[in-house]
């Protein structure tokens, strides 16, 4: 793809119609097959919820790297940070508003808690549907590993 296809942040317009019906403008508008995060969104696994709004989800992680590790997801799928912010910059925002919530809930937002969007394989991403990892409860370290 050259250059002038790449929107304003020089990231590729995630691609439509990539699973079935997708309405304009919304990217990947639908579950991915095989995906480990949309199947917590169908509820096909469980997983423990701790707040929803009708476009994104938070739960906790199942390995937790604090007292307070919480994820929170888009309901649509997207595979990275850029593909979320370039393609629905409202639902990215939805997404930091959830993780401010959750911390107030969790009693860590007073205190100071960590957002971390791991991004691609060599930051350590392991699951490709976009998610903020909320971290707090203990004091954190700089630089990160
Ligand atoms: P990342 O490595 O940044 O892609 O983060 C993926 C996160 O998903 C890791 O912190 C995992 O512990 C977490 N995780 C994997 N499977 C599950 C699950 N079934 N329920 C909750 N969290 C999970
Ligand atoms: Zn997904």
């Known amino acids: ?84 912010a370039s393609s629905d910059a409202g639902l990215l925002a939805e997404l930091a508003l959830q993780a401010q919530q959750v911390a107030e809930a969790e009693g860590v937002a007073a205190g100071g808690y960590r957002v971390v969007f791991n991004t691609g394989a060599e930051a350590g991403q392991t699951v490709f549907h976009v998610h903020a990892h909320v971290l707090g409860g203990r004091r954190m370290a700089w630089p990160p590993g």
Request: aromatic content about 4%; proline content about 8%; overall charge negative.
């Open 1 to 84: 793809m050259s250059s002038q296809h790449l929107n304003d942040i020089g990231h590729e317009p995630a691609v439509e119609g990539v699973c079935g019906e997708s309405s304009p403008g919304r990217g990947y508008d639908c579950a991915v097959a095989d995906c480990l995060f949309c199947k917590i969104i169908a509820g096909d696994i469980p997983a423990e919820r701790v707040a929803e709004s009708s476009r994104t989800l938070a739960f906790r992680d199942i390995n937790p790297q604090a007292p307070t590790h919480v994820l929170v997801i888009p309901k649509d799928h997207y595979p990275d940070l850029g593909s979320l």
